[in-house]
């Protein structure tokens, strides 16, 4: 008779032996030159080929989930091993579907959770966003009453087709980017609300490895989005719009039907459009930082950058699309929450990248790589800030934050 833990591990392994024989067979190990884990840590135990190793390895009776499962807390899910795969490159989509290692580390990380090891900071972070509907931003009251009070004074309403949704950090913590975001769309004549009772996307959760509380937040969510008649649904976080992309749709399958737009791209389109202007010079020095979700795992890069040659007096000096691949903030995949250490030398990383083009400005489309960032920029007199709060300026739209 085999437990329960056995059968699990059994079913994980049938389900992803494939995709972990496919990177094993190959023996290439390119993808450690660009994950940011592996830069900082340089332990073959955090690269993408050992995760997909491991699974070998445990059909062979060698290994077991509670042997590896600390080894998969040193992702940040960026995707970028993915891409620089050279067996990817050269055979297209085909491959891609064999190389899938943010599916796997997520599924180990389940797997994990659902075997009873669980990581101590996901644990404590999980239940603090279940019983406050809402993540537990650091230093910050998190209270699902206040969750809306970022829009204080912006008379803004609840409900319509479209639905502007704040992410956790956002709403607590850095409410200048939420009130930049509703002053553009008003500005910009985009017809928004929001919504009855918001909470977490559940994103986080279901990277941590804890799927069913993640699919709790959807059920909510979604149930929300319905009820006011929502059909459009604007994000202004990378983490919530993949999280409404992909893992909503698989909870829901065909019944999912809403649009997912983030705010880039609804932005850039209104500067096209010529209905929102950009007048206010930014003599500004300055660099982008591609979100890994919005970038790598999403293919979104060209509408930041249309933004950022379309505000005037702003000096922009990019760098290639492929050296993108390898930068980081190390905010992703809870990473900040169970190994700090590690994400703040990813943008200590990062921003040393940044400080060699000479600019005095790096500027981010995802909140929650902004703090890590942030704190790194001060060793290099680099000040970060978001890409709407920087279109609001430029527009001539006052800012300022509120006390949640």
């Known amino acids: 008779m085999t437990t329960e833990a056995e059968d699990q591990q059994r ?25 940011p884990v592996m830069q900082v ?32 807390v040193h992702c940040t899910q960026c995707g970028a091993c993915e891409l620089r795969c050279p067996n990817t490159l050269m055979a297209g989509d085909f491959y891609r579907a064999r190389t899938r290692t943010v599916d796997v580390v997520k599924a180990m990380r389940a797997l994990a959770v659902d075997s ?17 509907k809402n993540e537990p931003v650091l230093d910050v009251p998190v209270a699902q009453e206040n969750v809306a009070n970022w829009a204080d004074g912006l ?48 994103g986080p959760a279901a990277e941590m490895g804890y799927v069913a509380r993640s699919r709790e937040f959807a059920v909510h969510n979604v149930a929300d989005w319905r009820g006011i008649g929502a059909s459009r649904i604007i994000t202004l976080d990378p983490h919530d719009y993949i999280t409404f992309t992909e893992d909503y749709p698989k909870y829901f399958g065909v019944d999912y039907e ?41 293919g979104i890069h060209k509408s930041p950058r249309e933004i950022l040659r379309a505000i005037p007096g702003l000096d922009f000096r990019d760098v290639d699309h492929v050296t993108q691949w ?44 902004e703090r890590p960032l942030a704190a790194a920029g001060e060793t290099r007199d680099i000040e970060v800030r978001d890409l709407m709060e920087l279109v609001a300026e430029s527009a001539g739209l006052e800012v300022t934050a509120v006390t949640t």
């Open 116 to 132: 009873g090891i669980e990581q101590p900071n996901w644990k404590r972070w999980v239940e603090a966003t279940v019983d406050r």
């Open 326 to 369: 390898s930068y980081c903030s190390g905010a992703g995949g809870g990473l900040s929450i169970e190994r700090p250490e590690i994400t703040a030398a990813i943008s200590q990383q990062r921003l040393d990248r940044a400080a060699a083009l000479d600019v005095d400005l790096l500027v981010s489309a995802c909140v929650w790589s």
């Open 155 to 202: 008379g803004l309403g609840v409900g319509g087709e479209t639905v502007l949704f704040v992410d956790c950090e956002a709403a607590f913590y850095r409410t200048t980017l939420p009130r930049a975001v509703a002053r553009i769309l008003q500005k910009g004549g985009v017809d928004f609300g929001l919504m009855r009772e918001q909470w977490c996307c559940g």
């Open 11 to 35: 079913e994980f392994v049938e389900r992803w032996r494939d995709p972990a024989y496919g990177c094993f067979s190959s023996g290439h190990k390119f993808c450690r030159n660009v994950c």
């Open 258 to 298: 809403f649009e997912i737009v983030h705010i880039t791209e609804l932005v850039a389109e209104l500067i096209r459009d010529g209905k929102l202007s950009l007048m206010v010079p930014i003599e500004r020095v300055a660099t982008y930082h591609d979100p890994c979700r919005l970038n790598k795992r999403k």
């Open 41 to 72: 840590t340089q332990n073959e135990n955090h690269s993408p080929t050992a995760f997909h190793a491991n699974i070998v390895a445990m059909e062979q009776g060698a290994l077991t989930v509670a042997d590896v499962a600390e080894d998969y």
